[in-house]
């Protein structure tokens, strides 16, 4: 562009008469642009060269920015996975609260009758020992006044015997039979041959005298209902 201006310039310059010092004047001024353009090409072609450089530049960054954002997406994919895969553990998380919550539960639940159940047992056992202690009380008692009334039996019963020998003695003498003499010494009374007793003499008002019972039977003692207890 600014040679086709100076062509024209010089051209325009020639079509009038020009003095020598006008023509060299413009073929300094010529050559003086000629120059300039020179240098200017030189620096347009260093400034094509960086161009080019910054072009491939721009390539590669324009290449890694493509592959930064295609590995962004990939992340952003795996981050929205993982945002997926945190979302049920929290979800699943969250039921294991809720049932470990439920099961604290019903474990105070069970530990809370399994109390109340101990505590009913025993009770019942407490009162079933009182119970029990009441009833070897009163079982006690009652042995110990029945052992009273056999004793007191026994005693009477071998009173009236003796009685009923001394009278029987110092009335017909009867013959002894030939039964077993008792533990105690004394002879039982046996039976005539018409089976009646042998002592049918005996006063009236007075108690037929029995026969020996022998030993009592055997009853435990409250000492001994008391340890059996």
């Known amino acids: 562009m600014r040679r086709v201006v100076l062509v024209i310039s010089v051209i325009a310059g020639l079509a009038g008469c020009v003095s020598k010092t006008e023509y060299r004047a413009l073929m300094d001024k010529y050559a003086h642009t000629l120059a300039i353009k020179n240098e200017l090409d030189v620096e347009y072609g260093d400034l094509r060269k960086q161009v080019g450089v910054l072009e491939q530049g721009h390539g590669k960054l324009a290449g890694s ?8 997406t990939a992340s952003t994919g795996q981050m929205k996975l993982m945002q997926q895969d945190l979302e049920s553990a929290k979800g699943l998380l969250q039921k294991e609260a809720q049932l470990i919550q439920e099961l604290r539960t019903t474990v105070g639940s069970l530990k809370t009758q399994v109390e109340q159940d101990a505590m009913d047992l025993k009770r019942a056992l407490d009162d079933a020992q009182a119970e029990v202690r009441a009833s070897q009380e009163d079982l006690r ?27 029987s003695g110092s009335s017909t003498a009867v013959p002894d039979s030939p039964k077993a003499v008792s533990d105690n010494g004394k002879k039982a009374v046996g ?4 089976g009646s007793s042998a002592a049918q003499g005996t006063p009236e008002g007075t108690e037929q005298p029995a026969a020996d019972p022998g030993p009592p039977p055997l009853i435990g003692t409250p000492s001994e209902a008391g340890g059996k207890s």
């Open 191 to 194: 039976p005539n041959q018409d």
């Open 65 to 72: 920015l493509t592959e930064m954002k295609q590995a962004h």
């Open 141 to 167: 008692r009652q042995l110990q006044a029945l052992q009273k009334r056999v004793n007191d039996l026994v005693v009477k019963v071998r009173r009236m015997t003796a009685a009923g020998d001394k009278k």
